[in-house]
């Protein structure tokens, strides 16, 4: 091992042994009691943190004058820590206040000193450890990088302007279509509201049409049951009057269920016409591409959604409305809110 090599792992083992120092350590309140060195702590503590600025790894970049400053001074500090870990309040000279005031002064100086010796070094290691080349070509690469990602994110933009404009043309058009969807809905839920209707006096149509075939054949034989078998003309009338009454009490039931069941079916089929003709109305505008056309269009769909229908319980039910005169009426109830189902 070379001297330089000699000096080098002396000067890092006395370094070491400053910078690992505990200051607390001086207090040493179990055996001083009231004569504790809690007066030391703070500026020992001042030059450990000192000597902790410089790195142990930076020592190699000094010749063996500069480690030999650092070694000794290193000892020198250590041998103060030593002699208050070691001191003897029996020993003190002249008084263990005034030696322990010495002995704290003394620490006090040793860090302007060590101070003045150190600084130099410790600013050429901090210097050293910085590659400012390093720095200047990372911060050159970082500015091209931030360049580059701003003109991709121009680009971009650039070319998402386009899609923006159409997505949004789009979404107008998806709340254009889905305001008429809103109105066809009234004439959705009402067409629902007579099919289930429907379902029911179906229901009771053919439950009806049952008992009137059983009390049908219940009467053509009932004449063979003793007690409803007329032993007179004047009963013979009696039974067949009512039995021509009962049969149709149950036959207008019959009746009046099947017309209720088709004048549902009938206001189903209605309106689920007058939905498919809202729903399709936009469709059938845009592909005309042309105010004649539409026109045309708008007056038959307004003609099927708006013009009276018959109820299925008369014939000619209601009064029936011109299309021309619909037409008319659209710019009087466009701002109503939508038509309403019938």
């Known amino acids: 091992m070379s001297v330089t090599d000699e000096i080098l792992l002396e000067t890092k083992d006395a370094l070491e042994r400053v910078q690992s120092f505990d200051a607390t350590n001086l207090v040493r309140q179990d055996v001083l009691g009231k004569y504790a060195f809690n007066a030391a702590v703070e500026p020992a503590r001042?030059?450990?943190?000192?000597?902790?600025t410089l790195s142990l790894s930076s020592l190699s970049y000094f010749p063996d004058q500069q480690l030999t400053a650092?070694?000794?001074?290193?000892?020198?500090?250590?041998?103060?820590?030593?002699?208050?870990?070691?001191?003897?309040v029996e020993n003190a000279q002249p008084s263990v206040k005034e030696a322990q005031d010495a002995i704290v002064k003394n620490l006090d100086a040793n860090f302007q000193h060590a101070f003045n010796i150190l600084s130099p070094i410790i600013a050429f290691a901090a210097a050293r450890s910085q590659d400012f080349t390093a720095l200047e070509r990372d911060a050159r690469a970082a500015t091209q990088a931030a360049q580059d990602q701003a003109a991709k994110i121009i680009e971009t933009l650039s070319g998402q302007?386009?899609?923006?404009s159409r997505i949004i043309q789009e979404v107008r058009?998806?709340?254009?279509?889905?305001?008429?969807?809103?109105?066809?809905?009234?004439?959705?839920?009402?067409?629902?509201?007579?099919?289930?209707e429907a379902g029911k006096w179906l229901?009771?149509?053919?439950?009806?049409?049952?008992?009137?075939?059983?009390?049908?054949?219940?009467?053509?034989?009932s004449h063979n049951i003793d007690a409803l078998s007329p032993s007179s003309y004047f009963e013979t009338v009696q039974i067949l009057v009512s039995k021509a009454l009962v049969f149709s009490v149950i036959a207008f039931m019959l009746f009046l269920c099947s017309r209720n069941f088709m004048s549902h079916r009938h206001n189903e089929v209605v309106?689920?016409?007058?939905?498919?003709?809202?729903?399709?109305?936009?469709a059938l505008v845009e592909a005309a591409n042309d105010p004649a056309s539409s026109d045309i269009i708008l007056n038959h769909a307004s003609a099927c959604i708006f013009a009276p229908q018959d109820t299925g319980y008369a014939k000619q039910d209601g009064?029936?409305?011109?299309?021309?005169s619909i037409l008319q009426m659209m710019p009087r109830v466009s701002g109503s809110g939508g038509a309403q189902p019938a």
């Open 46 to 52: 001042k030059l450990i943190q000192l000597f902790s």
């Open 271 to 282: 309106n689920r016409h007058r939905q498919n003709a809202l729903a399709t109305f936009t």
């Open 203 to 221: 229901k009771y149509t053919v439950r009806t049409s049952i008992g009137l075939g059983i009390y049908s054949l219940i009467t053509l034989f």
């Open 173 to 196: 058009a998806a709340a254009a279509e889905q305001g008429v969807g809103n109105q066809a809905l009234h004439f959705k839920t009402e067409a629902d509201k007579h099919g289930v």
């Open 70 to 88: 650092v070694k000794d001074l290193c000892n020198s500090v250590f041998n103060l820590f030593k002699s208050v870990e070691e001191f003897d």
């Open 161 to 164: 302007n386009e899609v923006a």
């Open 319 to 324: 009064l029936k409305l011109d299309q021309q």
